[in-house]
């Protein structure tokens, strides 16, 4: 079975940074699967903020969106399977719960919609205080 546990999140002041955490366990084989983060706010839609491809496909290739971009590096640690999310440059709207997702697809990340995306974490909060 598929599971995502994030860890990470917190409360900052705006201009601070925060570090995000996904563990992945339960794909077979490797870790040849896409793997996103998203967010959601109160009373918004869930967002697409990051997401990776599957290193075998899309060569781990990566997708922003536009408001994060330049602020938020989103990386893999293949050996663990671990997703991460370093943010910097915090601003007041990127407040929000923070989910981590993945698909088998190895394209699943190329549009960051969550639709795309099967298996879910819990979500962390993110807050920041201007």
């Known amino acids: 079975k598929v599971k995502l546990v994030e860890s990470g999140g917190g409360s900052v002041q705006s201009g601070g940074s925060l570090n995000l955490s996904c563990i992945v366990s339960?794909?077979?084989?490797?870790?040849?699967?896409?793997a996103g983060w998203f967010r959601q706010a109160p009373g918004k839609q869930r967002e697409g903020v990051a997401a990776?491809?599957?290193?075998?496909?899309?060569?781990?290739?990566?997708k922003y969106a536009g408001s994060v971009k330049g602020r938020f590096t989103v990386s893999r640690d293949r050996a663990e399977n671990v997703l991460y999310l370093h943010m910097t440059s915090l601003k007041s709207e990127d407040t929000a719960t923070y989910y981590c997702a993945a698909d088998i697809a190895p394209f699943a990340y190329f549009r960051l919609d969550p639709s795309d995306f099967t298996h879910w974490g819990q979500g962390t909060q993110v807050t920041v205080s201007s």
């Open positions: 339960g794909y077979d084989g490797d870790y040849s699967y896409s």
């Open positions: 990776v491809g599957a290193p075998v496909g899309s060569n781990g290739d990566t």
